[in-house]
């Protein structure tokens, strides 16, 4: 550019003729517009002009197009419609015309040309012919025809949308478009509609909460909004519509230029929708629970809500049911699936929890029980479970987790502590055995079970999970009417998408222990222990037990003291309770020996001398259990009010069998000089 321009300065100087180095300075100017093509065309076709631009664009040199006509620049289909001479045409009519076509190349190819056509004339006036000029433009040219087709397309939908309402709306809400769908939908004709606002489709009630124009500003500030509402049509019919209304595209400036709205007629779908929802809940809660026990002491609420994203409910559940012994079962898990298979799988499972509980409270074996029959079973379902034994008497939870979120322990403090040390979920063990846990609890302390739709409502556990112990954090002092349906509005006030169920418990030791008789003796006192044996048959309720279920209820007191008088290594020390507070009264024997467990059965043969003992308490209760305790010793429980089985009814004694006090080493010798025949535990086990 520098020896161009010091060129064009030594031919100026070197002419003082102002023309010539006006000539000089426009055609330098014309060989630096290396980006447009401009050459100038006689009256009769002929190039006569070519510059640096038109070389580089259309790719012939000065020498190769001088003298040619300039239709060779031209596609064969426009020299055949003569467009080479209707350019010629306009520019000798002496106006400046645009011709934008395409194009060809010496090498053939072609390009969309941006093409001005302006006529030449010289200093007398006279035609000499026309300049034109031509930039390829073919990149714009072929995204604005991808535009258009874009925009075609685009409104060949709309309009094809028959059965969906779409229409643009201004920023004040008047409606600027209307299409078929949107005419079929509310029955309004583009005339009756087109220039008054949109507020017509809502109902009076919401035009005059001012819907209309929440929405707009709604979809201005966030740039659109989803909505199901009813809406009213031209004849006055209600129906409920789900759409969206969105910004249109902002103008150069950012200036928003207003809406478009899309809307569509969801109503039988919905009461399909809801039809589905209906039956479906209604089977779900037939799996759940009728009513949660009533146990004095323990305060227990439940909530299950469906979740708000499927008609098919899912399989979350919670049980809570009193055994025979006054123990509480508790338990909630979630079955992966949904529908009618999940809620099924549901009810299976809650009932052997329910069968093993009653046979061995012990939570692991509940769910390795559950485990085996849904491989069986259900080999392609797994269900994550939480299982607790509420024991009142000894104030303890015994639990189990199976894949399942931790139970909360809240304290009336405010203190939360977590109840998990999950295993694999159940359906995924594959015999590996779980492991139960025994914690114990103060008076007002509550328990908080729940599923994982409580936390994973927005889709951020972690923050779920922080709701759900801060609002855990909060039941334990609290005084709640409704304890579950506070953690629900606390943690998800607008709802979950997944199903949620919610249990919890309170436990009042105060009032428990209201219906409770204690007592603790050593066993190697015999005066004691005879005294103590009068104080126990004294607080059986005489409406309740009948002289023989008195005798009988001795006799088991009688048997379960001298066991452990006969078997205790050093100290006899034992702790008794007696539970009134169940529909059957419940006697608890707790010593520090070594331990033990039994399971009730009846012996094969009722003559048999081994395991007499064990299996006269079983016989005389409703229901006798051995369970090693936590801290060392036995914990024996036996439910009273029992009646003989009728294989052993017929060989036993009319008269109650009698009561034996136990005999310790210090102690007179009988008079028979024979010791009273109290169980071996050897023989019992």
Not at 144 to 163: F, G, K, T, V
Not at 392 to 401: A, D, M, Q
Not at 537 to 550: M, V, Y
Not at 583 to 598: A, Q
Request: proline fraction near 5%.
């Amino acid at each position: 550019m520098k020896n161009a321009t010091e060129t064009l300065t030594a031919r100026v100087s070197s002419n003082n003729d102002p023309l010539a180095a006006d000539q000089v300075l426009y055609r330098f100017l014309v060989d630096s517009l290396t980006e447009y093509a401009v050459f100038a065309v006689s009256p009769t076709g002929v190039v006569i002009s070519w510059n640096a631009g038109a070389e580089k664009t259309f790719g012939y040199s000065q020498t190769e197009i001088l003298g040619r006509l300039f239709d060779i620049i031209f596609t064969a289909e426009d020299v055949l419609a003569g467009a080479p001479q209707n350019e010629l045409a306009s520019a000798l009519s002496g106006k400046e015309t645009q011709h934008d076509r395409w194009h060809v190349c010496k090498n053939g190819t072609r390009f969309w040309g941006t093409n001005t056509v302006e006529p030449l004339h010289n200093a007398a006036g006279e035609l000499l012919g026309f300049t034109k000029l031509v930039r390829d433009t073919t990149q714009s040219h072929l995204a604005l025809e991808e535009l258009s087709d874009s925009e075609q397309q685009l409104r060949l939908l709309i309009e094809s949308a028959s059965d969906t309402a779409i229409f643009a709306i201004g920023l004040d809400g008047t409606v600027k478009s209307w299409n078929a769908g949107a005419e079929k939908v509310f029955g309004y004709s583009q005339t009756e509609v087109i220039g008054g606002n949109f507020s017509l489709l809502f109902s009076a009630d919401d035009v005059s909460a001012g819907v209309p124009a929440a929405e707009l500003g709604a979809a201005a500030i966030h740039g659109y909004v989803n909505e199901e509402r009813w809406l009213v049509r031209k004849d006055g019919s209600r129906f409920l519509a789900s759409g969206k209304l969105s910004q249109l595209k902002r103008d150069a400036a950012g200036d928003l230029r207003g809406f478009v709205k899309i809307a569509h007629d969801i109503t039988e779908h919905d009461a399909a929708y809801q039809h589905e929802r209906k039956w479906s809940t209604t089977f779900q809660r037939a799996v759940l629970p009728l009513k949660l026990p009533q146990v004095t002491g323990l305060k227990c609420d439940a909530v299950y809500e469906p979740g708000l994203g499927d008609a098919q409910v899912g399989g979350d559940w919670y049980d809570a049911v009193r055994l025979l012994d006054g123990r509480v079962l508790v338990t909630i898990g979630d079955v992966a699936g949904r529908g009618l298979e999940a809620a099924v799988v549901v009810g299976v499972v809650r009932q052997i929890m329910r069968g093993i509980a009653q046979l061995h409270a012990d939570p692991a074996l509940v769910l390795d029980a559950a485990d085996r029959a849904l491989a069986v079973e259900y080999p392609d379902v797994y269900v994550t479970a939480w299982v607790g034994i509420l024991d009142l008497v000894t104030r303890t939870i015994t639990y189990s987790c199976a894949g399942h979120p931790p139970t909360l322990l809240a304290g009336a403090d405010g203190s939360v502590r977590e109840l998990g040390n999950p295993t694999l979920p159940i359906g995924l063990r594959e015999g590996l055995r779980g492991v139960s846990n025994t914690v114990s609890w103060s008076d007002g302390d509550t328990l908080l079970l729940y599923t994982d739709g409580l936390t994973e409502a927005n889709r951020d556990v972690l923050a779920g999970t922080a709701r759900v112990f801060e609002a855990a954090r909060q039941l334990g002092p609290a005084a709640w009417q409704n304890p579950a349906e506070e953690i629900k509005r606390i943690v998800i006030p607008n709802g979950s998408s997944d199903d949620v169920a919610i249990m919890v418990l309170r436990v009042d030791f105060a009032a428990f222990e209201q219906h409770v008789d204690r007592w603790h003796l050593d066993a190697l006192d015999a005066a004691a222990a005879t005294a103590l044996r009068k104080k126990f048959t004294a607080s059986l309720p005489r409406g309740s037990f009948s002289p023989t279920d008195i005798a009988n209820a001795e006799l088991v007191f009688g048997e379960l003291i001298g066991n452990v008088v006969r078997h205790a290594h050093g100290t006899c020390h034992v702790d008794i309770a007696v539970d009134h507070n169940g529909p059957r009264t419940v006697l608890h024997v707790l010593d520090s020996g070594v331990g033990f467990r039994y399971v009730s059965r009846l012996a094969p043969d009722p003559y048999c001398e081994t395991g007499r003992g064990l299996f006269l308490i079983a016989s005389m209760s409703a229901d006798f259990e051995v369970d090693q305790r936590p801290d060392g010793g036995s914990h024996a429980r036996a439910v009273l009010q029992g009646r003989f089985p009728r294989r052993f009814r017929e060989v036993t004694p009319v008269h109650s069998l009698p009561v034996t006090a136990p005999w310790h080493a210090g102690a007179d010798t009988p008079p028979n000089g024979k010791l009273p025949a109290a169980p071996a535990i050897a023989s019992l086990r």
